[in-house]
């Protein structure tokens, strides 16, 4: 491959196509020619080598730091979508007045920053976007709206980007009202492409049943369908865009209130009153894991809370109240009246949203706050009702760590600080992994000496002391195996051994050094100057 083009390029072509309305207009409809797949037509014309095979190799010219981290952006003719805001947001951070000065940092923002809309819009058209996690080609709610979360700050000011991100959000709104237990899609058939073989539900028996045509995997994650309703009011507030609530049909509307009866029925206990078992989702089979009781999992006691079947890694809960989950629950559901309020509508909605998050709250202090020998009180990560706790942490967001990043409690929090003291200690967290090339949290996903990257920057913006962020950025620029993007996992004594890298993981990464851009510009910046966007735009 030829020399790859950097931001500054990228930025200059944009605009110079925006001076001409109707050719900008043209060619961004080109590739949707036929209601074709965008990144097919693009390998079609120029031979692209598939991302999750590119990224396996360094590229371009190093960094002038001493990593000399490759640069990692597929060329122009390959990446699958061009934002002019996001290139002027690198090229601000990386190289002009506000020049970060740790050169390899830097180049790490440059490649993982783009890395969603370089590499993972599958296809999109007016109203839709498909977009995968990266290595395989399928659309997780959760991932994808963690993916764009890191863009919403732009929209208001990337007419194009704002429509990509709401078709996100109108796809998601269908998959969920057709499937709302199910976490993970195939590509719409406005797309022309086909469903992707064998997926993580070949072979289950699930109830209620799923359309392998539609869906890639069933695994039941609360998470996934509060996931979706973050993006939605983010995008909200940053773009004061209501046509997702009125898109086909008020749809949007719809995917709501599959998310509440799911919520109804998932916060159901397993025994009704006459000793009967009640099951609302089943899943088992040889590539979901060891579901007990016939896939339903373990029996809940009525809390108040919601069970869920899968963690965010996508591996199955040992007790059914994930404490993260709660967390997140209560800040959406909240979040979820407010925004019915400011946009004048459903105040039914409203209502039970208040309503199930106070329940969810005050059962979170009642079962989810545990005493221990060590550490005093903290948040269990997963109970049962019944008095069984699971105490650890896994790097996936919702995490115990992240509940400040949710919004649930400050961290300064009592409570908060114990726990977070605990998790980040090899004796109060079996899943807290040390050794020579990092140290932090990883999860059962892997094995309990792979520690994740996503859970170190997880710890940068939750953290407050300024030399324990630098030693996680330390630990996240030396772990890429210098390929410059952030891996799933990686051992702690062999920095080659490690996991994929996927979009959701850059794309946090990248939301990390912004937030730390705008409350701890000294850690980034020679001038130590907060960064604006909004001013940069």
Known sequence: MGSCPRAEDEVQRIEMLQQFPALFALLLLLPLRGQGAVSRERDTRTNCQSYSSYSL?????????PLGLPFMRPEQACRTFSSSAVEKVIVDMTTRMTRMKDKDLARLFENTFPNTLDTTIEWYNEDLTFVVIGDIQAEWLRDSSNQFK????????????????RGVINLQARYITMFPYCNAFQPPPESG???SCCSGGVGASISPPDDMQIVWTCGYELDSLLSFLQLSRLYYEYSGDESIFSFNGRQWFNAVEAIFTVIQEQAT????????VVSFYNISGPNQQYMRNRGRGPPKRNTGLVGTTYRPSDDV??????????AMLVVELRALANLLEKIGTRPDLGSRAFERAQIVEDAIWKYGVVNTADWGKVFAYEIDGYGGVVIQDDANVPSLVSIPYLGFVN??????QNTRAMLLNPDGNPYYGIGPVIRGVGGQHVDE??????GLITEVITGSDDNDILTKLEYLKNTTTGLGLIHESVQTHNISDYTRQCAWANSYFAESILYLASTKPHLLFEDGKPYNISVVL
């Open 57 to 65: 190799t360094p590229h371009g010219d190093p960094s002038d730091g």
């Open 449 to 454: 000496a792979h520690p994740w990257p996503m």
């Open 150 to 165: 890191v863009y919403l700050p732009l929209i208001a000011k990337d007419p194009a980007l704002q429509n990509l991100t």
């Open 193 to 195: 492409l086909s469903p």
């Open 317 to 326: 809960v040992i007790f059914p109240y994930n404490i993260p989950h709660q």
């Open 269 to 276: 206990p397993t025994f009704d009153s006459d000793g009967n």
């Open 411 to 416: 961290n300064s929090d009592e409570i908060y």
